[in-house]
């Protein structure tokens, strides 16, 4: 017999294993559509997905049935998150090698910390400021390529977007933890108004929308396994185990997944300076954590 935190991590397990994949499906994806429209069909297959999890669940009226003030919460999550930090995420995996985007992009929890510092009022000491500078250490190295003896930035521009979806997120996970809806149900609504978002920018861009087989299957990919039904086994667990450390430690394992499966699926030769830069960034986040 399973018992309730096993059940516990063999969906955060699998949710962790699901989101590793997410790097990889989001640059195949991008090989044949851009990424405003990968996330247009993302976000509207995600929607979907919410839409049939909280029918099934009998609380997808319920979902609805909410004041002003979380109508506008909603609206302000959804412009952040899917839409300003899929946008600007994507953009960033056009630019870059998948693994340099991988890694990048584990640098929101630091920007995280940083952020609660303004809003949350938070103070931190100079072990946690110590423990920021292993990540931002491990950042650089990532940016210099492993080489400090000249300045050789593979995009700066879409190391800028790497860096600034950090913020959005952050922005985002700061504003949602204030929001005490049940998550399931807040999310859908701030897919709804993500989906609106991304549309209206498309038809003010006036991109032509290209429906391909790959590029429809990968944006289903990622709208289920990166936004969606992954997002939604994550709670599960955290509902199930005891301890919401007991799962959410095993998240860390998640990049370096990654960067298995961006060798292994997309082709590319992880270099030393991709693992090492990520060793101390996510080395700096978990002394950071243990420090608390």
């Not at 294993?17 to 790097?23: E, F, I, R, V, Y």
């Not at 929308?209 to 590029?215: A, D, N, P, Q, S």
């Amino acid at each position: 017999m399973i018992s309730r935190q096993q059940k516990a991590h063999i969906l955060a397990l699998a949710a962790i294993l699901l989101w590793s994949t997410a790097g990889s499906a989001f640059k195949i994806t991008l090989d044949h559509i851009s990424a405003s429209q990968l996330l247009l069909f993302a976000a509207f297959f995600s929607m979907l997905f919410l839409f049939g999890w909280k029918a099934v669940e009998g609380k997808l009226a319920g979902s609805f049935r909410i004041s002003r003030r979380e109508w506008l919460n909603s609206a302000i999550m959804g412009l952040l998150n899917p839409f300003a930090y899929y946008i600007i995420l994507f953009e960033a995996y056009d630019l870059l090698l998948a693994q340099e985007a991988v890694a990048l992009n584990y640098v929101w929890p630091v920007t995280l910390v940083l952020l609660s510092i303004p809003v949350l009022k938070q103070r931190i000491g100079i072990y946690s400021i110590l423990a920021l500078l292993v990540s931002f250490a491990g950042l650089l190295i990532i940016i210099m390529k492993g080489s400090f003896g000249g300045i050789e930035l593979s995009s700066p521009r879409g190391i800028f977007f790497a860096l600034i979806s950090s913020v959005f997120w952050a922005s985002f996970w700061l504003m949602n933890m204030k929001d005490k809806r049940e998550e399931a149900a807040k999310l859908l609504i701030n897919f709804i108004f993500g989906f609106a978002y991304i549309l209206i920018y498309v038809i003010v861009i006036k991109e032509e929308v290209v429906f391909t087989l790959e590029g429809m299957g990968g944006s289903l990919y990622v709208g289920l396994f990166e936004m969606g039904l992954t997002y939604v086994l994550w709670l599960k667990a955290l509902q199930l185990s005891s301890t919401t450390a007991k799962v959410s430690n095993l998240v860390y394992i998640s990049p370096f997944l990654s960067l298995m499966f961006v060798s292994l699926t997309v082709g590319e030769t992880i270099y030393l300076y991709t693992i090492g830069g990520l060793v101390l960034i996510v080395g700096g986040i978990v002394l950071q954590r243990i420090i608390k």
